[in-house]
């Protein structure tokens, strides 16, 4: 394991922060995003059933392979066409 | 850590050393030595003091293996590197030693100074800890990706400023690792000898680079130069670092050929460091604090050292007070560099009407007195003044007179240009720089009839004024 000093003046935290929590589902446009793994689509079928109930509108992606990050270009995507994504881990 | 050293003698030797073998026989001969054993704790028989992880000889600071010591009253008296027969017996204090041997044979190098052994070594025996917040990186983490991604990069890929990289660069300087060197703006928060040495190793500086820019931090930090508001204005400028003295040399800056460019690593990493401090310590960044319109390539980096060597003239840190043999760091807020293009003239008069016709244009030929500027003269073109007995001071005056233009050519609205002096200001003869706003550094390459501009920032207590501290 690398560690590293701090450059800084220590003003924030070390760990990034997690990003702004959404308030309403309202209007949003919520990512689900399947890894290919087996069974994450009947994960995924069940949340899209549950949020779509609540409001928010869905939109499906799945990553060519579970063993390798998201291609640049899925990421961008889900960025622009999303307010929030659930990544779905199964087997 | 001081470690209890038994009175007696105390042999420190390796396995992997052919002279450490070669003794084998001397030390039978020896009554009750102590021997410990750098690399394998049954060499040369079970028993030994296993020091495979080097505090012992860390402790005695083992150059050599083998080393003969003689202790008494915990303290080393005497000692003996490699094989050396008259003073293993001085040593000792027994003749007639390893008989059959040669006289002499030298000695092995000492693992503490294996490079990845000394720099742990140094790092848990350092007297002073670290300070500086420890972030882990994730195990998936490539470093340096990590380093963007924190966000102190400024743009380009940063060195891993770990514990033994600060170490080591903090053996650049005697200064204490806690001493405050300045309080750091914008966020004005206390600004470290430590915190200089993380970012100058994330800058690539080498150990011996580090007084250099802890004295270009602590000049940032002074309310003369002001880097608060040079590091927040919507103009290009930044910190331009000038070194002046024997330590441009003995650090192997670059005043030559492509000084104000790219190809050496002082001149290079040194202005980097200075700006990483300004971003990581002072918070100063691009786009938040840091509202520069344009910006300029200078404020990656901008430093370059003056060539003092067969200059006609008093250096830049001579005309600012300070001794030729004194090595000193200025700062200067500007950007550029413009140019000056003069292939022809061989009379000072006629370089100086060349130089102030481009001067003219800093910052907008309808201002005064608002910017300063620092000419980098090059070798060529200071041959032409130099072999007319021109100094500095008789160029800026010339320059002055040159430059000093009816107030009523320079007033907003003249000649069609909204842009201009306010009325109030533009009365009589108006000279374009204060009288300590024009400065002359000598370099650049030996070929070449050009010199160049760099024009500053607002200047004085608004602004930012030339600042020179010396190295220490």
Redesign the interface.
């Known amino acids: 394991?690398?560690?590293?000093?701090?450059?800084?003046?220590?003003?924030s935290p070390?760990h990034?922060p997690l990003a702004a929590r959404l308030e309403t589902l309202d209007g949003v446009t919520v990512g689900l995003l399947d890894i290919s793994k087996p069974r994450g689509d009947i994960f995924l079928d069940r949340l899209e059933e549950l949020l779509g109930s609540r409001g928010a509108a869905l939109r499906r992606y799945a990553k060519p392979t579970f063993a390798k990050p998201a291609p640049v270009d899925l990421r961008a995507r889900i960025a622009e066409e999303c307010g929030a994504v659930i990544e779905a881990l199964a087997d | 850590m001081a470690l209890p050293l038994t009175d007696g003698l105390l042999i420190v030797v390796k396995r992997d050393c052919d002279t450490c073998h070669l003794v084998l026989p001397v030390l039978d001969e020896l009554s009750d030595p102590v021997i410990a054993s750098q690399d394998d704790p049954t060499f040369p028989h079970d028993g030994v003091i296993d020091d495979t992880e080097l505090a012992l000889s860390w402790e005695l600071q083992t150059e050599t293996t083998p080393t003969v010591y003689r202790i008494e009253g915990g303290e080393v008296v005497e000692s003996a590197a490699g094989w050396h027969r008259g003073r293993w017996e001085a040593v000792t204090g027994v003749s007639g030693l390893g008989a059959g041997l040669p006289d002499f044979r030298p000695g092995c190098g000492s693992r503490i100074f294996e490079p990845d052994v000394h720099d742990r070594l140094l790092r848990e025996h350092s007297p002073s800890a670290?300070r500086?917040?420890?972030?882990?990186?994730g195990?998936a983490?490539d470093?340096f990706e990590?380093?963007f991604?924190?966000g102190?990069s400024d743009g380009l890929p940063l060195v891993?400023?770990?514990?033994e990289r600060?170490v080591r660069m903090l053996a650049g300087t005697d200064r204490d690792p806690d001493e405050v060197v300045c309080v750091?703006p914008p966020?004005l928060?206390d600004?470290t000898v430590?915190?200089v040495a993380?970012?100058a190793v994330?800058a690539g500086c080498l150990p011996d680079h580090l007084p250099v820019v802890l004295a270009a931090v602590e000049a940032a930090a002074t309310d003369s130069f002001n880097i608060h508001g040079l590091a927040a204005t919507t103009y290009f400028s930044g910190p331009i670092v000038i070194v002046n003295g024997p330590v441009a040399k003995r650090i192997s800056m670059n005043s030559g050929v492509n000084a104000l460019g790219p190809g050496n690593r002082a001149n290079a990493t040194i202005g980097r460091a200075l700006n990483?401090v300004v971003r990581?310590?002072?918070?100063s960044i691009p786009g938040g604090v840091d509202r520069s319109t344009l910006g300029s390539p200078g404020k990656l980096t901008f430093c370059f050292a003056e060539d003092e060597d067969g200059s006609p003239w008093d250096s830049l840190a001579v005309e600012r007070g300070f001794a030729r043999d004194e090595s000193t760091v200025t700062l200067f807020a500007g950007h550029g560099p413009t140019e000056i293009w003069d292939q022809l003239s061989r009379t000072p008069e006629s370089l100086a009407a060349s130089f102030a016709g481009q001067l003219q244009r800093v910052s907008h030929t309808k201002l005064a007195l608002m910017f300063d500027a620092v000419v980098v003269v090059s070798p060529e073109h200071a041959r032409v003044f130099g072999e007319a007995e021109w100094d500095k001071p008789r160029l800026r005056a010339k320059l002055m007179e040159r430059l000093t233009r009816p107030g009523h050519e320079m007033l907003r609205g003249a000649a069609g240009v909204a842009e201009g002096m306010p009325p109030h200001l533009a009365r009589g003869p108006i000279p374009k720089f204060r009288d300590d706003g024009l400065w002359f550094v000598r370099a650049g390459g030996g070929a070449g009839l050009f010199s160049a501009i760099l024009p500053g920032w607002v200047n004085g207590d608004m602004g930012s004024r030339l600042t020179t501290v010396a190295i220490r």
Do not use: F, H, Q, Y
């Open positions: 394991m690398t560690i590293l000093l701090d450059p800084t003046a220590e003003r070390a990034r | 670290l500086s917040r420890r972030v882990d990186l195990s983490e470093p990590a380093m991604a924190r102190w891993p400023p770990t514990e600060v750091m966020d928060v600004c430590e915190k993380v970012n994330m990483l990581n310590v002072g918070g």
